[in-house]
């Protein structure tokens, strides 16, 4: 082969690796390419991934805590349903004297200790006859602050009958009877607490610390030690201002109801602030991940039966007192909230519990 030949040959030797390494290189970045669009695709769909299970936590919130029996059951019956009692506003300890309510009523430590026994006992008769029919898979005991009377006033400290550590003593082992009473007749029970504002060891209210500076917590956690290792009685009572449950897929949130500022008149009572309240909570709630059917709460003193509306407020154990006489605020018996919750409809149905002699 001549010398200009094999030139020639190289030339084109040359030429076709040129070729190969420039058509590997077009793979190369087509390669690259798709790489990277499927890299942004992935992004996309982890993204869009996020977003959904953030947003179906909204409506899902895992109450992993709680114990079996409140899970819903794989298949419901119609009949089904669990009590919910809701205990709260007792204010142990604290006087009313019947001359300074018109004679409306009357507390002191007995009446309070026979309001007790009958809202125990009285959540029982009305689970076996008057909510007749229903098979219970156990029952929620709801300890919604203001247990104690505390010493938060002045007029207070000076017309208690015992101090905040002397109701303490006399709470629990009253409080520990009627649990057993409910474990008694349900086999079931999960006892939820939340503080008040009068069971706090300072004047003014304080937000860190706060369950843990507060009375009716310490009582919710003696009763927990009293019934730690016992069957059939389970209890949560959380460090937040607020205790957040389920019962079946139903979600609920409890907090005493203090925060609701009272700034409605004695005609609409209650009504107004709770509503509020209600709706501020359920954004703030939404937020944190944490959303809510229903709102329990006291410290009003007006029982409020409104589940339709998302909230319930509790009446009170204690009663019209000198304050509500002194507001011109509308008085109520002596009553706490009761109701059932079916596994398909929430809360069905609801009733005062009246509490007082007959």
Do not use: C
């Amino acid at each position: 082969m001549s010398p200009k030949s094999l030139d020639e040959f190289a030339d084109q030797r040359e030429q076709v690796k040129i070729a190969e390494h420039e058509a590997l290189a077009r793979t190369i970045r087509a390669e690259r390419a798709d790489k990277t669009r499927l890299k942004e695709k992935i992004a996309e769909v982890e993204h869009e991934r996020d977003a959904a299970e953030k947003a179906l936590s909204l409506y899902e919130h895992k109450y992993a805590d709680r114990p079996a029996w409140l899970v819903p059951p794989k298949k419901i019956g119609t009949d089904r349903g669990t009590l919910v009692a809701f205990l709260s506003d007792t204010h142990y300890g604290e006087v009313v004297k019947s001359a300074e309510v018109g004679g409306y009523n009357k507390y002191d430590t007995d009446i309070a200790e026979r309001r007790t026994q009958r809202f125990f006992s009285k959540t029982v008769e009305m689970a076996r006859n008057y909510f007749a029919g229903v098979k219970y898979d156990g029952i929620v005991l709801a300890l919604g602050g203001d247990i104690v009377s505390g010493d938060i006033h002045d007029e207070l400290a000076q017309t208690n009958a015992l101090s905040t550590h002397e109701t303490i003593l006399w709470a629990v082992p009253r409080l520990s009877a009627g649990v057993e009473m409910l474990r008694k007749e349900f086999g079931q029970v999960h006892v939820v607490s939340a503080p008040g504002n009068h069971g706090r060891d300072s004047r003014k209210p304080r937000y860190k610390g706060r369950s843990a500076h507060n009375a009716d917590t310490l009582i919710a956690r003696l009763l927990a030690q009293q019934f730690a290792g016992r069957d059939g009685v389970t209890f949560d009572v959380p460090e937040s201002i607020d205790v957040n449950f389920a019962v079946y897929k139903w979600r609920f949130s409890m907090e005493h109801g203090d925060e609701l500022r009272f700034n409605g008149t004695s005609e609409i009572g209650s009504l107004g602030p709770i509503k509020r309240g209600t709706m501020r909570k359920r954004t703030q709630m939404q937020a944190e991940g944490k959303p809510f059917d229903y709102l329990l709460l006291g410290h009003f003193h007006q029982y409020v039966p409104a589940a339709s509306q998302g909230f319930i407020a509790n009446g009170t154990l204690k009663g019209f007192d000198e304050y509500a006489r002194g507001r011109k605020f509308t008085p109520e018996p002596p009553q706490q909230a009761i109701f059932i919750v079916n596994p398909d409809h929430g809360v069905s149905l609801q009733a005062p519990l009246f509490v007082d002699a007959a």
